[in-house]
């Protein structure tokens, strides 16, 4: 059971160069959500979908752009990256937002903007 | 912002005594809950503690919510240098609906 797959693992982009990261999860949850992280700021949440065909924006959407592919998948989009989203961003799904089990992270995915 | 905020910001404690962390929050909520993050590692979920429960237990976890002071503690006990981590708590809105906030975190070391 591989949970909550990100790919990449490690990504280092040029300012201006765009990319996606890709999640998926594979326990039949509805909601689905980007997290960032920063040395001393905790998790930040970007996007999130509470159920499939839904998407809202966090707390700090700006520069980003997410698309719930289907009720598997949820991809965050860099359309012109920024030494300012160097970053750690984590993929979490849960059954609903507060569901009774907390929600399930990916292994994150290190990204660099030089 | 409801926004958790964790206290101490950083612990270190010998192997086998208990650590205590703390989470302060700012308006209602439906429920808490605590994660753990190893280094380099994604959050794990460890518990979750409903607005209408005062205490849980799991394993040597022990969570208080403390609703009128709006506050939460972790408490490892006779802990282990594996329990070395950040821990988090979370919270979202009364409504059940909202995405979880995460505060900044605290950084327990446990020393063998």
């Known amino acids: 059971n591989a949970g909550v797959t990100q790919t990449p693992k490690f990504q280092v982009l040029k300012t201006g160069q765009s990319m996606t990261l890709q999640c998926a999860q594979d326990?039949?949850?509805?909601?689905m959500y980007w997290y960032r992280q920063d040395p001393g700021m905790g998790l930040r949440l970007i996007y999130y979908?509470?159920?499939?065909?839904?998407?809202d924006k966090g707390e700090v959407p700006n520069g980003y752009n997410v698309s719930r592919l289907n009720k598997r998948e949820f991809s965050l989009r860099l359309e012109s990256a920024a030494p300012s989203q160097t970053s750690v961003y984590f993929c979490?799904?849960?059954?609903?937002?507060?569901?009774?089990?907390?929600?399930?992270f990916g292994s994150g995915t290190r990204l660099t903007v030089v | 912002s409801q926004q958790g905020e964790e206290d101490p910001q950083a612990l270190s404690i010998q192997e086998g005594e208990n650590a205590t962390m703390n989470c302060s929050y700012k308006t209602s909520i439906n429920n808490l809950q605590w994660y753990r993050q190893n280094s380099g590692r994604g959050l794990v979920h460890l518990i979750l503690i409903r607005s209408n429960e005062r205490e849980k237990h799991s394993g040597r976890l022990r969570v208080t919510l403390d609703t009128s002071k709006k506050s939460s503690s972790l408490l490892i006990t006779a802990s282990r240098a594996a329990d070395t981590a950040s821990y988090f708590c979370a919270t979202g809105g009364n409504s059940g609906n909202t995405p979880l906030v995460f505060g900044k975190g605290t950084r327990l070391s446990v020393i063998a």
């Open positions: 979908s509470a159920s499939e065909g839904t998407t």
């Open positions: 326990m039949n949850h509805n909601s």
């Open positions: 979490a799904s849960s059954t609903q937002p507060q569901g009774p089990y907390g929600y399930t």
